[in-house]
């Protein structure tokens, strides 16, 4: 168990509509990234958050969105749904900005299923 | 661009037997992570070893360790003695200073191990 908890684990939904994805950091980390693995694309890296700012940002879609909270706990936004934004969505955590040398705990992920 | 690759998408190895798993990476930062994460069918991403571009000593964690050749940027990684249990998906991943963070992975590759 990393530490990392993802809701929900399993989500299946229609084209058009929207969802969000909810992550809670390891206690005590600052970090939140967002990762999106599916099988054409492989595991693409979408946004980051630290201590409640945008840090860095992958190849995320408009119509997906994200924020951290003050308690640290970070969404994930996806909006007017498509079939190709089914995939294993995950979320990681670090202690820190993450210096090219801190670990990143992975939480479980949540399977989206555009149906 | 930082790039990842991974150029086998299967292996098989005998139980009891060691393996390497290919790992290349391209990237114009001195300061970078290399990370290497196991995911099993249940889908969950797991930490297995991290090695830093100037770390001189190749990283052992178990029976994982990995093969960091600078001059070439490989970053394969060896596991010893394999178990039935190591039977996943292995990605290789990398972390740049400048990045804040973020993890660039491979394509992977699945690891079957025969009894």
């Known amino acids: 168990d990393s530490g990392v908890t993802q809701t929900p684990k399993h989500l299946i939904t229609a084209t058009g509509q929207r969802v969000t994805l909810r992550c809670s950091p390891r206690?005590?980390?600052?970090?939140v990234y967002w990762y999106q693995q599916s099988l054409d694309q492989g595991l693409q890296f979408l946004i980051q958050y630290y201590n409640g700012e945008e840090r860095a940002k992958g190849n995320i879609l408009e119509r997906f969105s994200a924020q951290q909270f003050p308690d640290l706990h970070s969404e994930l936004n996806l909006s007017s749904l498509e079939l190709g934004d089914s995939a294993l969505y995950f979320c990681?955590?670090?202690?820190?900005?993450?210096?090219?040398?801190?670990?990143?705990?992975f939480g479980p992920g949540t399977r989206l299923t555009v149906t | 661009a930082q790039k990842i690759t991974q150029t086998q998408p299967g292996m098989f190895v005998q139980e009891k037997e060691a393996v390497t798993l290919d790992c290349t990476y391209d990237?114009?930062?001195?300061?970078?992570?290399l990370f290497w994460y196991k995911q099993p069918s249940s889908g969950e991403m797991i930490f297995l070893i991290y090695q830093g571009s100037y770390d001189e000593q190749n990283a052992t964690e178990g029976r994982y360790s990995l093969n960091f050749q600078k001059a070439r940027k490989s970053a394969n990684l060896v596991i010893s003695a394999s178990q039935l249990g190591d039977s996943a998906m292995y990605f290789c991943a990398m972390s740049n200073y400048n990045q804040g963070g973020k993890l660039i992975f491979g394509q992977g590759t699945e690891l079957s191990v025969k009894p």
């Open positions: 990237t114009s930062d001195q300061s970078y992570g």
């Open positions: 990681a955590s670090s202690l820190g900005v993450a210096t090219a040398s801190e670990e990143e705990y």
């Open positions: 206690s005590g980390d600052l970090s």
